[in-house]
């Protein structure tokens, strides 16, 4: 049996409430050979019979839960650290007209205090002190999020992560400090050649579709205006 079907286990009860337009994949260490079996009522489906290259060694399981959640287990025997990531089906090509940027502000907010770990770095923290390390992405159609940490502590970084995707704080005193995340970060996208020819292929297509929003965000479009549009006496000039 896995070492890990109690985590597994565990993480399924974290996703079995997290609804259905989510998908995640985790990457283990296999410690024994036995098979692992989804006798959870959550688990809908077990796929054994995944196409993968005849060089691939590594032992993989799909699994769709009853939400309609999809997961992909992959064990690995050589690989010196667990990982997980979970992909969030919308991004920024569902953004609101006039606040542009905001599933990618959603993406940073989401990094800051849960209910049950409302500290704000304590996800960051955790992982540091286990060898671990985290990011996420906003594209047009997905958010994804991933982290990778020492095996044993695999459960402790899962226990977090779902929480993500349970309980965000969405605390009000984070909103000023990241929408400045977010405007820095536009910053220095400026300078970027990819991201020049990226804004590019957006000016110059059908301004009436989606793509040609503005993905990223900034404090104009995160802050200024939609404040101006409430009629905030609180907005500052920038
Ligand atoms: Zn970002």
Redesign the pocket.
């Known amino acids: 049996m896995f070492k890990c079907i109690n985590r597994t286990a565990q993480f399924k009860r974290y996703i079995h409430s997290a609804g259905s337009s989510f998908s995640i994949k985790l990457n283990f260490r296999l410690v024994s050979s036995l098979p692992l079996r989804m006798t959870d009522p959550a688990v809908n489906r077990v796929v054994s019979e995944i196409i993968r290259s005849p060089e691939d060694k590594r032992v993989y399981r799909g699994l769709e839960f009853t939400n309609g959640l999809k997961a992909m287990l992959i064990s690995d025997p050589t690989t010196d650290k667990s990982s997980a990531a979970l992909d969030v089906q919308i991004g920024s090509l569902s953004d609101p007209s006039n606040i542009s940027g905001l599933a990618?502000f959603c993406?940073?907010m989401l990094f800051l205090g849960t209910e049950k770990y409302p500290k704000e770095n304590e996800y960051s923290q955790f992982l540091s002190e286990h060898a671990g390390s985290s990011n996420?992405?906003?594209s047009g159609e997905h958010t994804n999020y991933y982290f990778d940490v020492s095996h044993e502590h695999l459960e402790g970084a899962l226990d977090r992560f779902a929480q993500f995707f349970l309980c965000p704080l969405f605390d009000e005193s984070c909103k000023d400090r990241e929408v400045n995340?977010?405007d820095s970060?536009h910053e220095k996208n400026l300078m970027n050649d990819a991201w020049r020819l990226f804004q590019l292929e957006k000016a110059t297509g059908n301004q009436d579709h989606p793509f040609s929003k503005f993905g990223?965000g900034n404090k104009l479009t995160l802050e200024t205006r939609p404040c101006v549009k409430r009629g905030s006496t609180s907005v500052k000039s920038s």
């Open positions: 990618h993406e940073h996420a992405f906003t995340a977010v970060e990223t």
